[in-house]
């Protein structure tokens, strides 16, 4: 289970100057500010370029970090799933620019000692802005490579002093079918849901992102405030988060229940585990040219390559049964 070293790329090819901005401005502007990802127009701002960025050798090793090269910002932004806002690839880019983001505030409920409502500048004060370079796996067997920013999850979970009843972490999408035209279509039993069991949302891998190669989250790839985490497939990774709720037993996911002979709970990335329609052996990254979408078809690792860090969570589990 233990992923394979990656090779060395130049410093030179792992971002596009062009999309990639100021890194220490933005990071110092996040700190001094949570609602950087909130405020109206910031999307739109335009820092200039920036030097490149180096990777530590122990980010590398806690895997909060990959030296591949990264999917260009136009393919990030432009090439999503988000059904709210329609199935194609491109609908969301297009039609996203309809959701308000500000005000934004998360209701947190459940196995909690501290529930409440709670605005998203509060949910992430005083948190410590951190960039994570992952990889991003989706079910339907293509892949990127993003930048985010963001916080810890577990970080920000620990706020509200879950107990010991606590086994497992519920997220909830904005359903609002004024700003989401996606919605009018019953693709899946609306509002979006996602849920981790306890320790994968205390994983320190485990993401709340605000922002993507150091600005903020476009509403098309969840603004303002979605999940990521790496070693699952990307559906895991809900996006428009507007509730969180700790719950003793597992919770319903809007894939699982739609169609629970393909879309598991647990959803772990495992070439050994193909879906029922297709293979997850290889998959396509998108690897960022004007002209080609994808690159060349390359082997799926388990758990995505971060078996390193997240296997042992899952000793002594069958990972066929929860696919």
């Not at 909060?64 to 329609?86: A, C, I, K, Q």
């Not at 979006?192 to 069991?197: H, Q, S, V």
């Not at 082997?299 to 078996?307: C, L």
Request: hydrophobic residues 35%.
């Amino acid at each position: 289970m233990r992923p394979p070293r990656l090779p060395r790329i130049p410093a030179s090819e792992i971002t596009d100057e062009a999309v990639y901005r100021d890194r220490r401005r933005v990071l110092a502007a996040f700190a001094a500010s949570p609602l950087l990802a909130t405020l109206p127009g910031c999307a739109e701002a335009e820092p200039p370029p920036a030097p490149k960025v180096a990777i530590s050798a122990a980010d590398a090793r806690a895997g909060f970090r990959t030296d591949e090269p990264l999917t260009r910002y136009e393919d990030v932004t432009t090439y999503n799933n988000f059904y709210e806002f329609g199935t194609d690839k491109g609908d969301p880019s297009r039609a996203a620019k309809t959701l308000r983001t500000s005000p934004w505030s998360v209701t947190v409920d459940g196995e909690c000692a501290r529930p409440g409502r709670i605005a998203l500048d509060d949910l992430l004060r005083g948190l410590a802005p951190q960039e994570r370079i992952y990889r991003l796996r989706c079910v339907e067997g293509w892949s990127m490579v993003v930048p985010w920013l963001g916080a810890p999850l577990g970080e920000v979970l620990r706020r509200f002093e879950p107990t010991s009843k606590a086994k497992f972490v519920a997220f909830t999408t904005l359903a609002d079918p004024r700003q989401m035209p996606g919605m009018r279509y019953r693709s899946i039993d609306w509002p979006y849901k996602e849920g981790l069991r306890i320790d994968e949302a205390m994983h320190p891998l485990t993401l709340l992102a605000t922002g993507l190669y150091g600005k903020p989250l476009p509403q098309q790839n969840g603004a303002p405030l979605r999940l990521v985490v790496p070693w699952k497939y990307g559906f895991k990774s809900i996006k428009s988060i507007v509730a969180i709720r700790f719950s003793e037993r597992m919770p319903e996911t809007a894939w699982h229940e739609l169609q629970p002979s393909e879309y598991g709970f647990f959803s772990n990335v495992n070439p050994a585990v193909d879906h029922p329609r297709w293979s997850q052996k290889t998959e396509r990254r998108i690897a960022g040219t004007k002209s080609k979408l994808f690159a060349e078809r390359i082997p799926t690792r388990p758990f995505n390559g971060y078996a390193e860090q997240v296997a042992p969570m899952y000793a002594g589990m069958d990972l066929r049964k929860w696919y």
